[in-house]
Every structure is written in C-alpha cells, then in structure tokens.
C-alpha cells in the first residue's frame, strides 16, 4: 500500500485465537510451570527451553495440525503523518486537526460529519495534504496547508457507505476509498462490501467515481506508475484503470482458481509493485499460485508441504514461502531444536528443481495426491517429503521456498528451499528484504529465525531464542533491527512483553516485560500494543484500557528500553514516529483531543489536551 | 418455459417498458398484465394474483451446487417466478394508473408531474397500452366493459364507447397494429380442480371498428397472444392451443392439440408459442421428450427425445431457438425451432460440475443464464451463445440461492432474485451480475424481499424494488449497470404490485404504491433522485 511516506511505521498486536485454544496449544509445547516473572525476566525452566515438540505419538495416532498461522501485518497501520506535520481526526466533533510536531502548534478544520479514517497525500515541501473520510456522511474532505499555514478544506467528494480505509497512488493524484471488511464486526453475509470510489484529485475540480468489485476486498495494491489499481477479493484481483478515456473503471477482473466458484479456502495475495505479478497462498493447501497480471492467467505451484505464510521481499525479486514440514513418527528423532535452539542444526539448501515432483517425492501416504495435481513442471529431485497421513505426527520444521519473481510464473518448477530445524510458520521480511524473520504464532514458539537473503549469504540463518511466545514481528526501515510482540504465558507477572532484536549484529536480544498486554486473546475486549518504528527508534505502546498506559520508547542500537506514563487511553492505530521533528506521538483518547509528544533524544514528553477547541493546554 | 408471449408479462419490466413507450411489438402486447394497479388492486394475474413477490421462502441454505460426478442426476422441479415480476403501463411519457375504488384512471406526465384524472367505467382494474403510444385500455372489472384511452400528442381523450367484456376478464392480448385486443380471463393454480371455473370465455375487441365478439376457447386458459401479422391470435389452455382468426369476424379457427394423449395432467406442461404463431414448443415436467407442434393444423406433434427430464425451456424472442436445460445429464441442448434433424442432430453444451435445470435467455439470445431454484443453489453459469465464442462457459458464484435470473437488454449484464445467504440477518438479496466481462457479481442484501425489476431499454440502468404491502420495509434500488453501483432509495408507502416501470422517453423509472389517495415516486436514471407524487387523485382535476 501506498502511503506517501516510508520512514514510519506502526505494528499492532492482535491475537485472533480464543484464550482455550492457545492454552492448549501451549500446554503442549510448554511445560505448565512456565512462567514469566516479573521485570527482572525470571522464566521458567520450560519456556526457556525452546521449541520442544512433544512427545512422538505412536504409528497411525492422528495428531492435532498446528493453528494456522495469523497474520497480523493487516491490523499494523500507518499513522497520519505528512511530513513534520501530524494529522489527527475526531469523529465526534467533527474536527480535523493539524499539529507541528516541531513547534507544537495546532490548526483545527471542520470536515463533514464523523471524520474518522485519514490519509496523508503527498505534497511540496513546506505544505501537507490529507484526505478524511466523513463516516456518517458519505463523504471525504480534501485538506491542505495553505501558505500561512491554516487548514483548508479543498474539496468535498461523495463516497459510498461504509468505507474506512484508504488507498492512495504514489503521485497523489488518485485516491481509493474501499471498505476493509475485515474492520467489520461480524458483518451479514450479504455485505460484500464491493463498492470502491475513486477519487481523482487533480486540477480545480476533484471528482469521484464508484465501482464495483469483488466480493469482500481484502487489499487494495497501486502500482508504481500511479495508472492501476488491484484489488484483492474473494473472486480474484480486480484491475482498475485509473486513467482510461472513461475516466477510472474496472477494466477486467483476473482470476487465481481454475474453479473460482468452488476455490472457498482462505486466500493471502501479494501484488508486486510493478502491477506485473501477484503471489497466492490459501490456508492449508501445499501449493501457491502465481498470476501473470497482464495476462490474465495463473499457474498453480505444488510445494512440498502446507504453505503457512507467503510474502514478496521489498524489491519485489523474491517470493517466499514458509512451508511447515510434515513428519512421520519415524523421524521424530530429528525434531526440534533443542534446549536453547540457538542455532538450526540443519541447512539444506535445495538444489530448486522440484515442483510438483518433489512434493510427491514420498513419505506419508497421501503425499503425492494433492501436490501432483497441480502439476510442477520440473521434475522431481528426490526430496522425500511427507504428505499429511496416517502415522504422521505434528510438524516440527519447516522450510522456506524461494522463488525468483521474474521466473515463477515461466518456470514454475524451479526454486530454491532452505530447509531449517525449527519450526516457524511467518516470515516477516522488512524494506531491505536482506534478512527473512522467521518465527511461528499458529504454535507458541519462542523461537526467532533470522535467514540472511541474497546470493552472498548463502541462506545463512541464526535462531534466537525470546523466552516468550513471539506474536508477531516487524523490522526496522533498515533492516538492522526488530521489534517482537510477545505474549507471555498465563500466570507471568507481567501481561506483556516484547523485544528489542539486534538483526545484523550478532547480539542477544533485549526482552522487555510490559504493564500492559501486547497481544490481545480477544481483540474486541483487550487494546493490542501499537508499535511504532524508525531506523532507531521504536514505540510500543500499551494500555490495559483503564488506568494504565505506557509507551516503551526504545533506542536502537543500545537497546535500552523507557517507559512513559501516559495521562490517557491511547486512541487505536494512533501512534507514529514523526522524522523530520524528531519526535514520537501518541493522540489519545480526550474530549477535546489529546496528543503527546517525546522527543526522541531526550525522551522530553511534551501534551497537547484541547486543541479542538482552540484552547490548547500545552504540559 | 419461457415463449416470446410469456416473455411479454414480464417484458415491461425486463425491457424497461421501452415497448410499452415507444410501441409494443405483437407478442409483447399481446400478453400485456393489466395497469398499475396504483390503488392497489391486483393486476393482471387475477383478483387474488396479488402478492408482488413470489420468491419462494427466504433463509435458505446457500449451497455451492456442485454437481456430482458420472450419472444421471435427479433435480427437484423448478420453478417459474420470471413471470411474477411485472410492471405497470407506460405510454410514451405517460404512466397510466387505474383506481378500481375510485373508477378512475390518472395519466400522469413523468416529465413534468403534471398529473390528470379520467372518468372509466365500473371498477377499472386492468390496463394495458396501446402499441404506437396510441394510448390505453382498461377492463372494468364491475361493468365488464372496458374503456379506450387515446393519446395524441400531449392530448389525452376517453372514447364515448365501451365495449362490452365477458365477465372475469382479468387480462390483455394486443395485436401488434393496434387494431385488436383480447380479452381473457388468466386461470389460476387454484381454480384447476374446479370445473365450474373453466374460464373459457374471451372477448375480441376491434378497436378500428369498436366492436367486441365473445368466443369460448378450451379450458382453463394460460397465455395468449397475438402473432406478429396481428392475424390470429393463440390461447393456451388445458386441451391445448385455441387459434382464433381475427379480422372484420373473428372465430375460432382450430383446437392444435399438444399431446397425444388427452389425459395428459396440463398443470404439468409448459407451452411457448412462436412470435411469428407458426410452431409451439412444449415440454412436460419429468419427461425427457421435447415437442414441437404446428399451429396450423389440429394435430401434428413431433416429439424429440433428448436423453433426459427436460426441466426448463426457453425460446429466444425471434422463436428460432429453443434452450432446453438437462440436468439429468448435465447438458443444455440447443433446439433450432423447427428442427432440421433429429435429436441427435441437435447441439448439446456440457455443464461439468455443476447443476443447471433453469434457462434464462438475453433478448438477443446471446447469453443464457443457467441456474438452479429447486434447490437451493448459489452458482450461475453463464452460456455466451455468440457466434465465434465457442459456447464458452463461466460460473460464478453469487452466495445466496438464486430464485430467477434476467439478462439486461444487450445482454452485458443480469440481474439475479436470490434467496437470502445462510445466516444473514437481511430479509432478502439480489445480485448485479456482469456478463460478457469477467467480473464478479454485485450481492446486494435488502430488508425486504426483491418484489419488481426494471431495465431501460439500453441495458444501461434496472430497478430493483423491494418490499410488499406485508413488509416492514421497502424501496428501490437505482442500479447503474456499468459500474454495478446501486442506490437505495426508501418508499414512504409499500410498493403495489407489478407497479415498477421506466418512462424511457423521459429517462425517468416509477414505483406505484398503494396508498389512499395514489402515490408515485419517479427516479430520475441518471442521478437517483427521487420524485414522490401523492395524493393525486384528490389534488387533481377530473377530466370528462
């Protein structure tokens, strides 16, 4: 997604899984008297124990699959940050607000009614643009910085009902309005939430258009030439010409099954840049597909095993698949990392002339049927992977499939697999995309993988171990550091926790116990933490929604870690890291709006309470 | 089974009543429902027709439908509903609106909203225009006559004459050169087993002449029509096809016989009938045979085995193809009316995978839609039977179980009447449903259930209207069918039945409603503004 600006960004932690399904899943990973102590991190002597894989069941005893991985980069969202500038909504008065985080001065605007979901639009230097979206009122308000500085709202355009997430061309000039239905609380089966509107920007008289697409869109990609959009629905990837002699429309609609009206498995789609390519996994099947955009056509990639997690590096060159390795109780001898599990013990690089005949290599009893049919085009290399069976027991390792972007969709057969000994099913890859995260949150591991990417690191990889269950991971711009969300155990002192990971040097990872939790077990009830970050600086910040809110400043490369109190509820998605100020914030949640400042250096807390009603109360 | 005539009933409404402004071509008028019934009275299906909806049952499961591999496959019946969805009257830019209560019929200017009352008989109740925008005709339903309004120009008279009707007449058929309309009374389900309701009487209006002739024709009529050369005219009835001469003497010319055998159950047949008059087309529920009958003679059926139950036909609007859906065995044959060759002969598409036992052509019959509503079933595939595409097949699904299905006018889009998703809160839904592109479906839920349709005659815009006068709620739904955005706008009273229509020549589409003193709300198409009149036969001046 295009946002106008790269150097922040914000993570946030939600736990999608029921409290008695991770329980369980623990308990049989954990020993019970795993615990988390208290700030001094005094574990347990189980949760330091790593990835232990359980006990080998007996031949033909059916084991429970591991969860399916979730993904949490959906709900990590970029704050409204132009330049010095941040751009706040209330939805309940109806302001926008606009506040110098240099001077911390503030311009307050009428917009239409319930303003609720920002965006920043690129602009010269010295000014700021952003669009709001009018909830209650079907409309979105175009607002800019005028020459001295004030707010004006430039134009107002009607929207469809219900949109609350924003895409927006790198060159600013198009914008799209869509409805993110995971955003929805239980919605009717009937909402499709197909209507977009697209709004062109340009010239005096800004305009918008409403289509209409799949059925619930779950991403929305601009390419980088600012001319199509693509939008991932449960029907495939709808490509909207931006600039066609009719103005904006849907130009055609692309599919990625064979057999789109039975195709019912929950897909995660990834678009490159270029519009030329898209990458699709669906949980629990043990292929990918990969489109040719342009072409309209797909072609159906078998892997050896169930594909967790697929994500394209930043330059667009790779795909990378996590694909967890099924095992039979005869090699269960060779699972697990080990107490510790510093390092992986083992690293095949594969020769990458698999396919489909590498999936159906061997092993379990249904091995060869699912993968064969999808029809790899090379041939098979031998790899004697298992299919899922009887005699089969739970995953233990997994391994990362790469495929060259330019070639997959020509030569589908040929890739490269790093084979690792740990278990992980997420791979979270920063701008850089050097170095692969690789960790699990369908089963608690405490594990952090980090595979080094590129032809000169020969897929090196070192492991560290988090004592905690990792959630959730994202790099810094930089790619030099990491942030992980933890979730300690049930009946540690401390409800959350997360890490401060050193990637490129060779460090241990500082572990930071929290006040507040940061992965929510029930996100309707519970306030994940918002993480913020920068090449040195992160923010994670807390609440437990009643009385205690903190945010975690973090500096990288120290690693040190400070806390600072907040005086209010955090608003969601609302903190940001603003560069050119050298400053963090975090808007909260006040009557007449609230906002904090620290200063990134000297951590100096700066709050702003009442700006919306001009009567700015500056701490 | 679906013939041009049938078609008629509900082509005000497919075809967005482009016809009915700019002059109805025979067969459409010929089967023309009775006028809007604003006060809501029933219309043309009859006193007790009246329910506007008649999608069957709501909350169903919503199933994939896939069909299951090898063997003959055995299909709950389908069910007809493409006829249920009717619209009332447009002449030129006129919508004419009966009040059975009040014995008046209001003319109002979709233009300017200018409205004006006319004086008709007893109880005038079913309307129908006259082809050429020459105007309209009413049945009184207490008088049993029936009343001519002619339309010149923005001049609106009543004719002195009223031309006496059999009792009961419920329904119109109108020759295609405006000179003779039928008058007939539509039997209903209800009345089969009654033989005292044989319903057999019609009536030829000459409206050249002003004279009317009673006839009797068999039992339990169905449908008429009027060939295109406004020659005969055709009555489906249990016995068979009555073909009645018109001209300066109208008779009944012959009894064509549909089966060969006279105890056949007629409630199990469906009969369509060529524009043209020439052939019938009949198929008979649970029966693999396929007839086609000559309408010229009593008794020349030639029956065509096709391999399995035929469960739906459907005969393109120039009646020189014939769709016949097999389930059974996973196919859609393709009939040329009259055949050149034998079974063997004709064209079968093979459906893999999926079941399809419904058969909706586009006006052109480029495109079939092909679906399910026995059962409940959310894919429709999609048949493009354009020259040069291969018959190539889509299926898509459209989530809720699909109940009917129209191709718009050009055929670049459908709208679908679905049964609501499993476990959707929402009382009904619909669907948009791109064509000839690969694009997924619009699904619309609706807090009522979608009772009425509209297309304008360029494919470019439908109403949706949902709601009765048993729902909470109701409205109509603006869709652009381009870009497949729709806009719902709310109704102050329910919609009456079959009363949503467009007034091409004004790009205006309407909605009647019931209510005490007459209530219409126009849409302008191209921004979705609304225009509600109300009140208007108190408000407006009586015209003698």
């Known amino acids: 997604l295009q946002f106008g600006f790269t150097e922040v960004h914000v993570k946030q932690g939600v736990k999608l899984l029921t409290g008695s399904l991770v329980l ?116 979105a308000t175009l607002l800019a910085t005028t020459a001295d500085g004030e707010i004006e709202a430039r134009a107002t355009l009607p929207v469809h009902a219900g949109a609350n997430a924003w895409a927006t061309t790198p060159d600013g000039r198009f914008a799209i309005a869509w409805t993110d239905a995971s955003a929805e609380a239980n919605p009717d089966p009937s909402q499709g939430f197909q209507d977009i509107t697209v709004l062109d920007l340009e010239g005096e008289t800004p305009s918008s258009k409403r289509l209409s697409v799949g059925y619930r869109p779950a991403r929305v990609f601009m390419d980088d030439d600012s001319r199509y959009a693509y939008v991932v629905t449960d029907a495939g990837i709808d490509v909207v010409d931006l600039k066609s002699e009719r103005g904006p429309i849907v130009e055609r609609e692309v599919e990625v099954s064979a057999n789109p009206a039975n195709d019912t498995a929950r897909r995660d789609v990834n678009v490159t840049p270029d519009g030329a390519f898209a990458f699709v996994s669906r949980d629990g099947k043990d292929y990918i597909t990969v489109v040719n955009v342009e072409q309209g056509r797909f072609k159906d990639i078998a892997l050896p095993g169930v594909v967790t997690d697929l994500d394209l590096s930043a330059d667009a060159s790779l795909a990378i698949a996590i694909v967890r390795e099924p095992t039979l109780a005869a090699d269960t001898p060779a699972a697990g990392a080990g107490a510790g599990g510093v390092a992986g013990q083992a690293n095949e690089v594969g020769a990458g002339e698999g396919g489909a005949g590498a999936a159906a290599g061997g092993g379990g009893s249904d091995a060869g049927g699912a993968a064969g049919q999808h029809g790899g085009e090379g041939g098979g290399d031998g790899v004697s992977e298992g299919g899922a069976g009887p005699g089969q027991q739970a995953p233990t390792k997994s391994m990362v499939v790469l495929l ?59 492991t560290l171990d988090l004592k905690i269950p990792i959630f959730s991971a994202i790099s810094t711009p930089d790619g030099a550091h990491a942030i992980a969300l933890l979730e300690p155990p049930a009946g540690s002192k401390l409800p959350g926790a997360f890490a401060v990971v050193p990637v490129r040097r060779n460090l241990p990872a500082k572990i930071q116990g929290t006040k507040a939790i940061t992965v929510a077990m029930d996100a309707g009830a519970q306030t994940p933490a918002m993480v913020a970050i920068s090449d040195e600086r992160a923010l994670v910040t807390v609440s437990d929604g009643v009385g205690t809110h903190l945010a975690y400043l973090a500096r990288m490369p120290e690693l040190t870690v400070d806390a600072i109190e907040l005086a209010s509820k955090p608003l969601p998605r609302a903190s940001g890291i603003v560069s050119e100020a050298n400053q963090a914030f975090i808007a909260q949640q006040h009557p007449e ?22 009567s700015q109360v500056s701490q | 089974m679906k013939s041009p005539s049938q078609r008629a009933l509900f082509a005000p409404s497919l075809l967005a009543l482009a016809c009915l402004s700019c002059g109805m071509s025979d067969s459409e008028t010929g089967a023309l429902p009775g006028l809007g019934n604003v006060g809501g009275s029933p219309d043309g299906m009859g006193p007790n027709a009246g329910g506007s909806v008649t999608v069957p049952g709501t909350g169903g499961a919503s199933t994939g439908g896939a069909a299951g591999a090898g063997g ?37 200017d979709a233009e300017t909203f200018a409205v004006r009352l006319f004086n008709a008989g007893f109880g005038p109740t079913y309307m129908s225009a006259i082809p050429g925008g020459r105007g309209a005709i009413v049945i009184n339903d207490t008088s ?65 002449r002003m004279t009317s002739k009673r006839l009797s024709v068999g039992f339990h009529p169905t449908k008429a029509l009027v060939d295109d050369a406004s020659e005969r005219a055709y009555v489906v009835n249990d016995e068979g096809v009555s073909v009645i001469t018109l001209g300066d003497d109208p008779e009944v010319e012959l009894l064509a016989r549909v089966s060969e055998d006279p105890l056949e159950e007629a409630a199990a047949r469906d009969v369509s009938i060529l524009p043209d008059g020439s052939f019938a087309v009949v198929r008979v529920d649970g029966s693999s045979l396929l007839r086609i009958v000559d309408l010229s003679r009593e008794d020349a059926i030639q029956s065509f085995d096709l391999g399995a139950p035929v469960t739906d036909v459907d005969l393109s609007h120039d009646g020189s193809l014939a769709v016949a859906a097999l389930p059974g065995i996973g196919q859609i044959a393709l009939v040329p009316v009259p055949p050149t060759g034998d079974a063997a002969s004709f064209e079968r598409v093979s459906i893999p995978g999926e079941i399809t036992s419904s058969v909706a052509l586009s006006q052109g019959a480029e495109l079939a839609l092909l679906y399910q509503n026995g059962a409940d079933n959310s894919h429709l595939t999609l048949l493009d039977l354009r020259e040069g595409m291969g018959r190539a097949l889509r299926t898509v699904d459209v989530k809720g179980p699909v109940s009917a299905a129209f191709a718009a006018p050009g055929a670049a889009s459908a709208i679908l009447f679905q049964k609501p998703i499993r476990g959707s809160a929402k009382a009904g839904l619909f669907s948009g449903v791109p064509t000839l592109q690969k694009r997924s479906a619009k699904i619309v839920g609706t807090d009522a259930v979608p009772s009425a349709l509209a297309f304008d005659d360029q494919g470019r815009y439908a109403l949706v209207t949902v709601g009765n006068e048993a729902s909470a709620a109701h409205g109509v739904y603006r869709v652009q069918l381009d870009t497949l955005q729709e806009d719902y706008l709310p109704l102050a009273s329910p919609p009456a039945t079959a009363a949503t229509g ?43």
């Open chain 1, 24 to 139: 369980v899943t623990m308990a049989a990973s954990c020993s019970s008297d795993g615990t988390f102590d208290d700030d001094s991190l005094n574990f347990g002597p189980s949760a330091a124990g790593g990835s232990s894989s359980g006990e080998p069941l007996d031949p033909g005893e059916q084991v429970p699959l591991p969860e399916p991985e979730k993904e949490a980069d959906a709900s990590f969202r970029v704050p409204v940050v132009s330049g010095r500038w941040v751009w706040t909504a209330n939805p309940t008065s109806g302001r926008v607000a606009l506040i110098d985080a240099t001077s911390f001065t503030v311009k307050t605007a009428l917009a239409g009614a319930a303003p609720t979901y920002l965006a920043a639009l690129p602009a010269p230097k010295g000014s700021s643009r952003a669009l709001v979206l009018n909830a209650r009122s079907n409309d």
């Open chain 1, 404 to 462: 060259p972007v330019a070639t997959a969709f020509d030569a589908p057969g040929t890739f490269e697999r790093v084979r690792l000994n740990e278990l992980f099913g997420s791979v979270e890859l920063g701008q850089q995309g050097e170095t692969a995260l690789l960790y699990s949150n369908g089963v608690p591991r405490t594990h952090l993988t980090l595979l080094q990417l590129g032809e000169a690191a020969g897929s090196s990889h070192r």
């Open chain 1, 593 to 614: 709006g609230r906002i904090t400042f620290i200063d990134l250096d000297t951590n100096a807390v700066h709050t702003l309470t009442g700006f919306e009603l001009s």
């Open chain 2, 72 to 108: 003959a496959i055995v299909v709950p019946p389908e069910e007809e509903l493409e006829e249920s969805f009717l619209a009332p009257v447009v002449t030129g830019k006129y919508v004419f609106s009966a009040n059975p209560k009040s014995g008046r019929v209001a003319v109002i």
């Open chain 2, 144 to 208: 049993d006559d029936a009343t001519l309004f002619h339309l010149a120009g923005d001049d609106v008279s009543v004719d002195e004459v009223a031309l006496p009707v059999h009792a009961e007449a419920n329904a119109w058929a109108i020759s295609p050169d405006a000179r003779f309309a039928l008058a007939w009374t539509r039997s209903e389900p209800s009345q089969a087993d009654d033989p005292t309701s044989g319903s057999q009487d019609v009536t030829v209006l000459d409206l050249q």
């Open chain 2, 502 to 544: 467009i007034v091409e020549e004004v790009e205006r589409g309407f909605v009647a409603q019931t209510h005490p003193e007459g209530r219409i709300t126009f849409i302008d198409l191209s921004t979705a503004r609304a225009h509600t009149i109300t009140g208007f036969e108190l408000a407006a001046r009586i015209l003698q």
